[in-house]
Every structure is written in structure tokens, then in C-alpha cells.
């Protein structure tokens, strides 16, 4: 059975696409000043917003190894949206080695 599930991870990780989808969060429209204030006081929405941006270069210079570090920041919190996206980091190797 490990080897079944084994493998099905792994054709799906062969077939994820090689961007990100960019969701909609609670702090989509809010100043870039405003996130990165609420997410160094560990607010995850604000974390998963400012990875984001990070990833797309939104109001910051594109920078995939700081979007890794800080979704990391927001699925350490069990943010639904950060904890799906990380794993589609680590298996496309975005802001990291692919793993």
C-alpha cells in the first residue's frame, strides 16, 4: 500500500504545474507596509499574502527564495492555503531545492 500511495505522489508531482496559483487573501488590497507589519507580528494571512507577492514581484522586487521562507513561516501555522502552496514549492523546487 506505501508503494501505491509512493507512487501516486509522485505522478502527481510530475504533473503539477510550474506556477503558483495567486489566491485572493484578507489582505489582497492592503498596503505593502500593512502585510509586512502584520506578518512580522506572525499574523499567517498576512505571511501567506507577503509570500505572494514575493513570488509574483507585487509591490517587491520577485524573489522566490523569500516567498519560500515566508509561506514556511504561515504553514508552521497550519494556514490551509500556505501549507498547500509549500509542498508545490518543495516538489517544483521554487525558493528551494526540489525535493
Known amino acids: 500500500m506505501k508503494k501505491i500511495i509512493a507512487g501516486l505522489v509522485l505522478l502527481a508531482a510530475g ?3 510550474a506556477e503558483l496559483p495567486i489566491p485572493k487573501t484578507e489582505f489582497n488590497k ?3 507596509e500593512l502585510v509586512e507589519r502584520s506578518a512580522g507580528e506572525g499574523n499567517p494571512e498576512a505571511q501567506f499574502e507577503l509570500a505572494l507577492r514575493y513570488y509574483a514581484g507585487h509591490q517587491v522586487v520577485k524573489n522566490e527564495t ?3 521562507e515566508w509561506m514556511s513561516k504561515s504553514a508552521g ?3 490551509p492555503g500556505a501549507l498547500a502552496l509549500l509542498s508545490q514549492m518543495y516538489a517544483e ?5 526540489a525535493d
Open 15 to 17: 504533473t503539477v504545474c
Open 30 to 32: 492592503v498596503s505593502l
Open 66 to 68: 523569500v516567498s519560500f
Open 77 to 79: 501555522q497550519k494556514h
Open 93 to 97: 523546487g521554487i525558493g528551494v531545492s
